[in-house]
Nanobody, 120 residues
Framework: QVQLVESGGGLVQAGGSLRLSCAAS????????MGWYRQAPGEQRELVAS???????NYADSVKGRFTISRDNAKNTVFLQMNSLKPEDTAVYYC??????????????WGQGTQVTVSS
């Protein structure tokens, strides 16, 4: 079994910063891509940022220049540093990981989500 546990969400004023963390644990051989998604009320879940095992990153246009994704491969952890937050960033943020287990197969896992609320 593999678990992804997120932390770091909360309430912040516009212009503020938050840092999200997501730690993967369990029967992990390696992790390929990791990412952060978000879902606002009434909206579809959307990709915020992703990062490969060699730390190549990709961002949604709406967060470029404000958010930074990073990872610690030794700790199976992915981070999302969010700066210059806007009210429209308010959403539940989910981490995602493409995990290779010891059988050699890959499975996509999701965290439980963490709420980020940005007040104006």
């Amino acid at each position: 079994q593999v678990q992804l546990v997120e932390s770091g969400g909360g309430l912040v004023q516009a212009g503020g910063s938050l840092r999200l963390s997501c730690a993967a644990s369990g029967s992990i051989f390696s992790i390929n891509d990791m990412g952060w998604y978000r879902q606002a009320p009434g909206e579809q879940r959307e990709l915020v940022a992703s990062i490969t095992s060699s730390s190549m990153s990709n961002y949604a246009d709406s967060v470029k220049g404000r958010f930074t994704i990073s990872r610690d491969n030794a700790k199976n952890t992915v981070f999302l540093q969010m700066n210059s937050l806007k009210p429209e960033d308010t959403a539940v943020y989910y981490c995602n990981a493409n995990v290779r287990v010891y059988s050699g197969r890959y499975y996509v896992h999701w965290g439980q989500g963490t709420q980020v609320t940005v007040s104006s």
